[in-house]
């Protein structure tokens, strides 16, 4: 009964590729901004993209810009990541969430974690 489901994580070599996906049933998903967060081990949740609702404008962390991209498809409540070029540092269990009616201040986020799913980029 989560209100998110991640998948599409897995066990990679450094630069292939992965694509995520978050699903949802909350009905007024297509209002609401999502972002995607990353937790790396010992460290906290960190904002990595964010898609607004409408507009489709899509931010990204530094460590994610011209590797990462974000979008999301209203009419199956989905949102995805699609990573390029993975580096070990990108590891960690991926989660998304709705932020709120804009992106803005996504980075500073602070909410409750489903499963997410987890990303490991090894040789």
């Known amino acids: 009964q989560l209100q998110f489901v991640e998948s599409g994580g897995g066990l990679v070599q450094p630069g292939e590729s992965l694509t995520l996906s978050c699903a949802t049933s909350?009905?007024?998903?297509?209002?609401?901004?999502v972002g995607w967060f990353r937790q790396a081990p010992g460290k906290e949740h960190e904002g990595v993209a964010c898609i607004n609702s409408f507009d489709d404008t899509s931010y990204y962390a530094d460590s994610a810009k011209g590797r990462f991209a974000i979008s999301r498809d209203n009419t199956k409540n989905t949102v995805a990541l699609q990573m390029v070029g993975l580096t070990p540092e990108d590891s960690g269990v991926y989660y998304c969430?709705?932020?709120?009616?804009?992106?803005?201040?996504?980075?500073?986020?602070?909410?409750?974690w489903g499963q997410g799913t987890q990303v490991t980029v090894s040789s």
């Open positions: 969430s709705t932020i709120g009616l804009y992106c803005s201040g996504y980075e500073r986020y602070k909410g409750s």
């Open positions: 909350e009905l007024g998903f297509k209002h609401y901004a």
